[in-house]
């Protein structure tokens, strides 16, 4: 059954560095999107992806992130300046027409 | 906010049927009821999804009150890999369109 690929599984990075979390969707999906999910709490919507471009962003998706498809594969979520509050399993899924595939999840951590 | 209703936990024995119920009375013509699962920080897992009608797959069936208001998630033979937080989610028909993830039910499968 096809996956959706994260990596890493986990990061640890301190306080004001930037990460890049990767994702690799469903080849013929086309709707891209991030969650999170701060530890203890609800599963979070972040941005969606369509057409080479954010179709809807939430209020956490500030301007310390940003998504890219650098390679028409690869879909990828940049943290310019982490901070402590940003330690989360970050979800990145992907769509065709109906129901998401979620990937596993990158696990990061700020310290 | 979840447009969703659920019970935060329900047990059930294994073996036997799980129904989880879900209250979503202000649902919108266009909206589907979707419902997903998240075993331990797993990424969610898509169950099944449906408009008005009654639906069935390989892992449940779905049944849908007339008047759309609520629905049932049905497991017909729970098994203790079944034990996951199970989220009950409307989302429109829209392609882009986000999920918004409340505290779903708790599903406990004990042998």
């Known amino acids: 059954e096809p996956e959706v690929t994260q990596t890493p599984s986990h990061q640890v990075t301190q306080m004001g560095q930037e990460v890049i979390l990767r994702c690799v969707p469903i080849s013929n999906h086309l709707y891209f999107y991030w969650y999170r999910q701060i530890l203890g709490q609800k599963v979070e919507f972040l941005v969606s992806f369509y057409n080479n471009e954010i179709s809807e962003k939430s209020e956490i998706f500030d301007d310390q992130f940003s998504v890219e498809r650098p390679d028409g594969s690869n879909f990828t979520l940049k943290i310019r300046s982490t901070k402590l509050e940003d330690s989360a399993m970050y979800f990145c899924?992907?769509?065709?027409?109906?129901?998401?595939?979620f990937g596993s999840g990158t696990r990061l951590t700020v310290v | 906010d979840a447009k969703t209703t659920q019970p935060p936990s329900m047990d059930c024995a294994e073996g036997r049927a799980a129904n989880l119920p879900c209250n979503h009375s202000t649902i919108s013509g266009n909206e589907y009821v979707y419902w997903y699962r998240q075993i331990h920080s797993q990424g969610p897992q898509y169950i099944i999804h449906g408009l008005k009608n009654n639906e069935t797959n390989e892992m449940a069936s779905l049944i849908i009150t007339e008047d759309r208001k609520s629905s049932t998630l049905i497991l017909p033979h729970a098994t203790l890999r079944d034990t996951a937080v199970y989220y009950c989610?409307?989302?429109?028909?829209?392609?882009?369109?986000?999920?918004?993830f409340g505290t779903g039910t708790r599903l406990q499968v004990f042998p």
């Open positions: 899924a992907s769509k065709q027409l109906y129901g998401y595939t």
């Open positions: 989610i409307v989302s429109s028909s829209y392609n882009t369109d986000k999920l918004i």
